[in-house]
C-alpha cells in the first residue's frame, strides 16, 4: 500500500482536552464536531498562506472538507478534500484524490470522447446551414399571412351572412314570388362562391405551407438523427464513467454510481455525483485504513451566483449528489440522529389567538410542522383536528415552515376556506414579520425584488434564478441593532418557499442570514423568523380582522 503520510494532517495545537465523537456525523444536518472546527481553521490557515497553486477564490469559491480520522498507528487528525476540480486540477498537495480522476482520461474515454466530438461538429456546422433560418423565417411569414387571410376571409363571410339575412326580409316585404326566388337563388350562390374560397385557401395555404416545411425538413431531419446519435453517445459514455466511481463503506463493499441510484425517483446520477469532497474524503479513509470519526464541510471564497453560500460557513452534504452516496458509504456506521427527527410536542404548545363558527388565528410555535411530515405526523394539521373533530375541509389555508413562528389562519369549514384561499390568492391578505440577521444593515428599509426557484439538485434549498424563477418580493425595515444583529420587519407581498429567508442571506438581497437559519446561515437555538401580523376580510362577515402577536427574540 503506497504512503499516505501527504494526505494525513496531525493538529498543529494541542487536543487533550478534546474528547472525540461518540458517533459519525449525520452530514445532512449537523453542528460541527469540535475537533473539525480545529481541523477546518487549520486548513483555512494553509489555503490562506499556501504558493504551491493558485486559484481566484474571489471569482469562483469552493466547498471543502475535513474528515477527523485516526490512522492505522492510533494517532488523530485529519484528512482534506475539495468538490470538484480547484486550479483546474484533479490532485492538490494535502488533498485527497478523486474517487475517479475524469482528467486521466483512459483510452477508450478518449476515443469515446472524440466521437462525440466529431457529432458535434457535424451537428453545428448543419445547423449554421443559412438556409435553415431563411426558411424558418419563410414558414413563419407564410403561416402569418395565411392566418391573416384566413381570418379576414371568415370576418367577410360573417359580414356577408348578416347581409343575405337581410335582403330576405327585405324581400318578404318588397319582392313578389318569382322576384323572391331570384333573389334566394343569387344569395345562396353567393354562399357558396365565399365557402369554395374559404376552402380553396385553406388549401392552397396548407399546400404550400406544407412545400416549404418539406425543404426544412430535409435540411433539419440529419440534424435530429445527429441531435440523437450524440445522445446516445453520451449517455453511454457517461454511463461508462459513471461504472468507474466504485464507491466503498466501511465493510469494504464496493458500488459504482449506477448501482447507488438505480431504482430510485432520479435513477441517473446528476452532473458531478461522486465529485463532492464528502465523498472523497469516506472513500479515502476505507481505501487505506483509516477510521472516520467527525465530517464537516465550509465554504471557502466567493459565493455562486444563484445558490447561498457565505465565506467559512459549514453547510451540510447535498440531497440529490451525496446523499444515495452518502447513504451507502455510511451504512453499517452508527451515526448522530437527524436532529429533524427529533421531536418533543411537550415543548410546543398551540396557542388559540381568536376562535368562531368559521375559523381560527393561531400562533404556531417554532419548530413544529404545519402539516404531518413523512416521519413525524404531530403537526398543527393533526392537533387541530383532534381538537376540532366537527370541522370542515382542508382546515390549513396557508402554511409556516417547520422553524418559524408566528400567527396561522385555520379554516373550520369549506366556505371559509374557499374564501381565505382566494384572498391569499389574490394577494389582499397582508402579513407581516419579526427577524433577526446577522450583521449591521447601513440603510434603514428596502425593498428586494429576487425570482426564486427550488434546487433540483438539494431541496428543499431554494435558489435565485432570473430565467425560470417565479417573481417575488419583499419589503423590509430596520427596527432595531444590538450587538452586530440587525432586527427587522418584513413584508412579503409574494409568498414564495424560503422568500424571506433567501432574501435575507442571499448577497443580491440583504447578503445577512436570519440567525438559527440551518439552511441558509448558521444553526442557532431556533430561527429567528416570527410571523407577527395579519390582516385579513372574515370570510363570512366580510368585516376587517387584524391580529399581532410579538415574537420571544
Not at 26 to 51: R, S
Not at 254 to 264: P, S, W, Y
Not at 284 to 297: M, N, S, W
Not at 497 to 524: F, N, S
Request: proline share 6%; charged share 20%; hydrophobic share 35%.
Amino acid at each position: 500500500m503506497p504512503s499516505t503520510d501527504q494526505y494525513f494532517t496531525r493538529f498543529n495545537q494541542a487536543i487533550d482536552g478534546y474528547s472525540l465523537p461518540e458517533r459519525f456525523t449525520y452530514p445532512f444536518f449537523y453542528q460541527p464536531d469540535p475537533l473539525c472546527m480545529i481541523a477546518a481553521k487549520q486548513l483555512q490557515q494553509h489555503l490562506n498562506v499556501q504558493t504551491v497553486w493558485h486559484h481566484d477564490f474571489n471569482e469562483t469559491g469552493k466547498m471543502f472538507g475535513v474528515l477527523l480520522v485516526q490512522n492505522l498507528q492510533g494517532e488523530l487528525g485529519y484528512l482534506s478534500a475539495f468538490s470538484g476540480t480547484v486550479a483546474d486540477k484533479n490532485l492538490l498537495p494535502g488533498f485527497v484524490p478523486p474517487i475517479f480522476d475524469m482528467l486521466l482520461k483512459d483510452r477508450y474515454f478518449i476515443e469515446e470522447l472524440n466521437e462525440i466530438t466529431s457529432v458535434n461538429n457535424q451537428i453545428n456546422a448543419l445547423a449554421s446551414n443559412p438556409d435553415i433560418a431563411k426558411l424558418q423565417q419563410t414558414l413563419l411569414v407564410s403561416q402569418q399571412d395565411f392566418d391573416q387571410a384566413l381570418c379576414q376571409q371568415q370576418q367577410l363571410m360573417v359580414i356577408s351572412r348578416k347581409s343575405r339575412k337581410l335582403q330576405r326580409a327585405q324581400g318578404l316585404i318588397d319582392l313578389n314570388v318569382e322576384q323572391l326566388a331570384v333573389l334566394n337563388q343569387q344569395l345562396a350562390r353567393q354562399s357558396i362562391e365565399q365557402k369554395n374560397a374559404l376552402r380553396d385557401l385553406k388549401l392552397n395555404s396548407q399546400q404550400q405551407l406544407a412545400q416549404i416545411q418539406q425543404q426544412l425538413t430535409r435540411l433539419t431531419e440529419p440534424l435530429k438523427s445527429l441531435r440523437q446519435l450524440k445522445k446516445s453517445l453520451s449517455a453511454s459514455l457517461q454511463h461508462k464513467v459513471f461504472e468507474q466511481y466504485q464507491c466503498l463503506n466501511s465493510s469494504g463493499i464496493a458500488r459504482d454510481l449506477n448501482d447507488i441510484f438505480k431504482g430510485l425517483p432520479l435513477p441517473i446520477p446528476p452532473v458531478g455525483s461522486g465529485e463532492c469532497a464528502a465523498p472523497k474524503l469516506l472513500q479515502f479513509a476505507f481505501k487505506h485504513g483509516f477510521r472516520p470519526l467527525a465530517l464537516a464541510e465550509f465554504w471557502w471564497g466567493a459565493p455562486p451566483k444563484s445558490e447561498i453560500r457565505q465565506h467559512l460557513n459549514y453547510y451540510p452534504s447535498c440531497t440529490s449528489k451525496c446523499q444515495p452516496i452518502l447513504n451507502h458509504m455510511l451504512a453499517g456506521m452508527a451515526l448522530d440522529p437527524n436532529p429533524l427527527q427529533i421531536h418533543d410536542p411537550e415543548t410546543k404548545e398551540l396557542e388559540i389567538i381568536y376562535q368562531d363558527e368559521a375559523m381560527l388565528v393561531i400562533n404556531k410555535p417554532h419548530d413544529l410542522l404545519s402539516v404531518p411530515g413523512k416521519l413525524i405526523q404531530d403537526s398543527v394539521y393533526s392537533r387541530i383536528k383532534e381538537q376540532f373533530p366537527d370541522a370542515t375541509g382542508p382546515l390549513i389555508v396557508h402554511r409556516l415552515d417547520m422553524a418559524t413562528s408566528g400567527l396561522m389562519l385555520i379554516a373550520l369549514s369549506q366556505r371559509a376556506n374557499k374564501s381565505l384561499t382566494k384572498q391569499f390568492r389574490t394577494r389582499t391578505i397582508e402579513k407581516s414579520y419579526v427577524a433577526l440577521i446577522e450583521g449591521e444593515l447601513l440603510q434603514t428599509e428596502g425593498i428586494i425584488e429576487l425570482p426564486l426557484r427550488g434546487d433540483l439538485y438539494d431541496r428543499p434549498r431554494q435558489l435565485i434564478c432570473f430565467e425560470h424563477g417565479k417573481s417575488a418580493y419583499t419589503s423590509w425595515l430596520v427596527l432595531a441593532v444590538t450587538k452586530g444583529r440587525t432586527k427587522l420587519r418584513l413584508k412579503p407581498k409574494t409568498g414564495r418557499t424560503h422568500q424571506l429567508r433567501v432574501h435575507c442571506a442571499h448577497e443580491k438581497g440583504l447578503g445577512m442570514p436570519i440567525v438559527g437559519d440551518c439552511l441558509y446561515g448558521q444553526r442557532d437555538k431556533r430561527l429567528h423568523l416570527h410571523a407577527q401580523s395579519i390582516r385579513f376580510e372574515h370570510p363570512y362577515t366580510k368585516a376587517e380582522m387584524y391580529f399581532e402577536v410579538d415574537s420571544d427574540f
